[in-house]
């Protein structure tokens, strides 16, 4: 990476990146679709076209959701979506990938756009929770917005980002106490690392063996993270 610095910080997403189990994701992707017809009312063959809708308007359904309206409070939607979900059986422990975040010697923060308590469960089941300094969630920034501008409801939600929004990432390293040019931020969505990208962080994207816009590496599994990435080591 020629002149670049070595990173100091990483910032590392959670699903996707640290994880990768489809039964997960489609488990989640059903729920949502059954809490958008039972809860509020969709009919089932509209649910999917509504969730994906909002999810790329806002880049989360529950913002959508709440933005537009439907009267959805933050709790019960993350009961009804990560709730149920049986965690035990589909996030086994991983310490190989404990082993590896261990080896890194320098601060690492969760980044997610994920709601904190699923971040914690599933950390808590892969065993790699104490790898963590902290978790940086949705939760947060919605907070963090409700302080700032005063809002609630439909409008605190119209104001809320996450990534790939370039504050969500200036509010990440704030919270990381970071700089742009020595923060390394790994994630498995393309849009994300393009994001990063933008506002200047240095990039690893996983789930691929070719780069995407963006990355300055990209790994598989972030297990092979050392291979591509050797200088996060020296
Ligand atoms: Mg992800």
């Given at each position: 990476?020629?002149?670049?610095?070595r990173?100091?910080?990483?910032?590392?997403d959670?699903?996707?990146?640290?994880?990768?189990?489809?039964?997960?994701?489609?488990?989640?992707?059903?729920?949502?679709?059954?809490?958008?017809?039972?809860?509020?009312?969709?009919?089932?063959?509209?649910?999917?076209?509504?969730?994906?809708?909002?999810?790329?308007?806002?880049?989360?359904?529950?913002?959508?959701?709440?933005?537009?309206?439907?009267?959805?409070?933050?709790?019960?939607?993350?009961?009804?979506?990560?709730?149920?979900?049986?965690?035990?059986?589909l996030?086994?422990?991983?310490?190989?990938?404990?082993?590896?975040?261990?080896?890194?010697?320098?601060?690492?923060?969760?980044?997610?756009?994920?709601?904190?308590?699923?971040?914690?469960?599933?950390?808590?089941?892969?065993?790699?929770?104490?790898?963590?300094?902290?978790?940086?969630?949705?939760?947060?920034?919605?907070?963090?917005?409700?302080?700032?501008?005063?809002?609630?409801?439909?409008?605190?939600?119209?104001s809320?980002?996450?990534?790939?929004?370039?504050?969500?990432?200036?509010?990440?390293?704030?919270?990381?106490?970071?700089?742009?040019?020595?923060?390394?931020?790994?994630?498995?969505?393309?849009?994300?690392?393009?994001?990063?990208?933008?506002?200047?962080?240095?990039?690893?994207?996983?789930?691929?063996?070719?780069?995407?816009?963006?990355?300055?590496?990209?790994?598989?599994?972030?297990l092979?993270?050392?291979?591509?990435?050797?200088?996060?080591?020296?």
């Amino acid at each position: 990476m020629g002149t670049v610095s070595r990173p100091r910080v990483l910032l590392v997403d959670l699903d996707g990146t640290l994880y990768r189990s489809s039964k997960l994701f489609q488990d989640v992707r059903d729920r949502i679709n059954d809490y958008i017809t039972g809860v509020l009312g969709v009919p089932a063959e509209e649910s999917n076209d509504v969730s994906g809708r909002l999810y790329r308007q806002y880049g989360l359904t529950v913002v959508g959701l709440m933005a537009e309206g439907y009267g959805v409070e933050l709790d019960g939607w993350h009961k009804a979506v990560h709730g149920t979900l049986d965690y035990a059986e589909l996030l086994p422990k991983n310490p190989p990938l404990k082993d590896l975040l261990d080896s890194l010697d320098m601060p690492k923060y969760i980044f997610t756009n994920a709601d904190r308590i699923h971040a914690e469960v599933c950390l808590d089941h892969i065993g790699i929770r104490d790898c963590f300094v902290d978790i940086i969630a949705f939760d947060d920034i919605v907070e963090h917005v409700k302080k700032e501008t005063g809002a609630t409801g439909p409008e605190l939600m119209k104001s809320v980002f996450c990534k790939p929004d370039a504050r969500a990432f200036e509010y990440a390293m704030k919270r990381a106490n970071a700089e742009a040019g020595s923060t390394m931020f790994l994630d498995d969505s393309t849009a994300n690392i393009k994001g990063a990208k933008e506002v200047g962080l240095q990039t690893v994207l996983v789930g691929s063996k070719d780069l995407c816009e963006g990355a300055d590496y990209a790994v598989e599994n972030f297990l092979h993270l050392k291979d591509a990435a050797p200088s996060l080591w020296q």
